[in-house]
């Protein structure tokens, strides 16, 4: 007691000091924040403000989407001090992909076709429901060995910093961070792409709503186009020509082709039968993009039976639905048609849509009249949307 009133005359700071020596008995010990911590926290607190003013400065300024995206991996690459930076606009089927990449070396753009095989590897869709970014130290050394080809071959990357992006709960995008040599992530880093994933998700809703108004509005050009050439002529070649350029030049395809159906007996003996027609395929129309020349060949007035292309077979058994190909070099084996037609090279044009031509009859309304078919060819795999298929649909029907 003497000792007590000698080192502590004032009983009051007794209960402070029993409440710090419960703690540390307790085990539990207050956090001790240093100088340094705090001017750690404080330079990625400026930082993801810079960021944030960096990119909404971008939206303001770019009004194409792809410069966009590009811009802000550019920031986010600098900011981060990394090698290369890639932004991915649209990361499941529904949705428009658009891509930014940046490298610090000034690599070139994305290898031709990357846009549509991007959507599916397993280092990017692994885990859409994942709110915390994923850090890999090094991908040659990693279990994610999946991620090792693409990576290295997209970003040149051993070390990556990958997070999604979410806009009201969904998400829309995302983000990896390369670097070309192994390297430990900092939780100091990985904080602040979680912090900065915020202002990019709104970029990327941006990119979407833009995509969707060009997109509409190259649609209901084109449908206006086509109804005002349909009602102000009657050269038949005319308007079909325009339709197959318009609709490709809409959907930015790299082909589009008009096929016509010639039956040699009349269609009531072949319903009556239930047999397969004997029908003449010809293609009466091609429109291909010019730098898709080298990777197409013509096959403009190429002629051949209904039965020896199984993928016309499809269209016209499975008729008014069309058919839609996002890759006809990863068909299923069960389901891929075996075609040796040059209209239908897998190799040269692995993406397509087959959206039959039907008249409908006035006598036997069940039983409607196939004029042939509309096809669209891409160079590249391609995801086509739902909106786009429609279009197709429409244009078709008129």
């Not at 924040?33 to 944030?52: D, R, W």
């Not at 089927?93 to 990357?114: E, F, M």
């Not at 990985?190 to 990019?200: A, N």
């Amino acid at each position: 007691a003497s000792l007590s009133q000698s080192y502590f005359p004032n009983p009051a700071p007794a209960a402070p000091m029993l409440k710090s020596l419960n703690s540390l008995l307790s085990g539990t010990v207050e956090p001790v924040v240093t100088q340094e911590h705090k001017n750690i926290l404080m330079h990625y607190m400026a930082q993801s403000a810079q960021i944030g003013q960096q990119i909404t400065q971008i939206i303001l300024t770019s009004p194409d989407p792809s410069i966009m995206l590009s811009r802000t991996a550019k920031a986010l690459g600098e900011i981060f001090q990394v090698d290369a930076c890639l932004i991915v606009a649209g990361v499941n089927p529904t949705a428009t992909t658009q891509i930014g990449l940046w490298r610090a070396d000034d690599y070139p753009a994305l290898p031709s076709g990357y846009q549509a095989q991007q959507l599916t590897h397993p280092a990017l869709t692994d885990d859409l429901a994942s709110a915390d970014p994923l850090a890999i130290p090094d991908l040659q050394v990693s279990d994610i060995c999946n991620a090792i080809g693409w990576c290295w071959e997209v970003l040149a990357a051993r070390a990556v910093l990958r997070i999604y992006t979410r806009f009201q709960s969904s998400v829309n995008g995302v983000i990896v961070l390369g670097r070309s040599q192994p390297h430990e992530w900092t939780i100091a880093q990985q904080e602040l792409i979680t912090v900065v994933s915020e202002s990019v998700a709104i970029a990327i809703c941006q990119v979407q709503l833009t995509q969707k108004v060009q997109a509409a509005t190259r649609h209901q050009i084109l449908l206006n186009q086509l109804s005002l050439a349909i009602c102000s002529t009657n050269n038949l070649d005319e308007i079909l020509q325009m339709a197959i350029a318009g609709i490709a030049q809409a959907l930015q395809v790299d082909r589009s082709l008009l096929v016509l159906l010639k039956y040699t007996a009349p269609l009531s003996e072949s319903q009556v039968s239930e047999q397969l027609p004997k029908t003449k395929v010809t293609v009466a129309y091609e429109w291909l993009e010019p730098t898709a020349t080298q990777r197409a060949s013509t096959v403009l007035n190429e002629s051949f039976w209904l039965s020896e292309s199984s993928l016309c077979l499809q269209a016209f058994r499975q008729v008014p639905e069309p058919i839609v190909i996002a890759d006809g070099q990863v068909v299923p084996i069960v389901n891929r048609p075996i075609e040796s037609l040059s209209i239908f090279d897998p190799a040269r044009m692995p993406a397509l849509i087959i959206v039959p031509l039907v008249r409908a009859n006035s006598n036997t309304p069940l039983s409607p009249t196939l004029l042939g078919f509309l096809i669209l060819q891409q160079c590249q795999p391609r995801l086509w949307h739902p909106d786009e298929i429609e279009l197709v649909k429409g244009v078709g029907t008129q």
